[in-house]
């Protein structure tokens, strides 16, 4: 049982650090969804959730961040998403405190909370995460194994059941 992913592939040849049972995870919490994704990066999780999604809102501002450095990917995440056929993705190039507060409250089924891994952006995009999220939605977290991730994961969701695969956890709100 392919838990409802026939046709969905990993996209392997995507750069990013998104593995693929965390892949086959996020692809399975956003099929028949509407979804916002905060950090895109090359779009690994963006054409993951997107191949099952009704639609993902994807925010970033595609020039990098303190682990990766100044990198601009807009160009190589439009490229990505062609290459993959995707129609349904919208892109929003901005911060997310630029790009959040434009999108409707209780909007999205799932949020992908991706971005800068520093505290005060981690906070800053569940924030603003919990209020685009309606409530019974889910919001999924990576890089779950770093001390700030961590740190917000646990400041907002310590009384939530979370579920892991690898470096992601996520959580019903």
């Known amino acids: 049982e392919d838990g409802g992913l026939t046709g969905w592939r990993y996209p392997k040849d995507i750069a990013g650090w998104l593995s693929e049972p965390e892949a086959q995870a996020l692809a399975r ?94 906070r800053l995009d569940v924030q603003h995460a919990l209020r685009l999220v309606r409530a019974g939605g889910i919001i999924a977290m990576h890089d779950i194994q770093l001390r700030d991730v961590k740190l917000v994961a646990n400041e907002f969701f310590a009384d939530k059941q979370s579920s892991q695969i690898d470096s992601m956890v996520w959580f019903q709100v």
């Open 29 to 122: 919490l956003a099929r028949g969804k509407e979804v916002v994704e905060i950090g895109s990066f090359c779009g690994k999780s963006t054409i993951s959730m997107a191949q099952v999604a009704k639609s993902v809102d994807s925010i970033d501002w595609h020039k990098g961040d303190e682990m990766i450095g100044n990198l601009e990917t807009l160009g190589i995440f439009r490229f990505n998403l062609g290459k993959y056929q995707l129609e349904n993705v919208r892109i929003h190039v901005g911060k997310t405190e630029e790009i959040a507060p434009t999108l409707p409250d209780n909007s999205f089924d799932v949020a992908f909370v991706d971005g800068g891994h520093d505290e005060p952006n981690v």
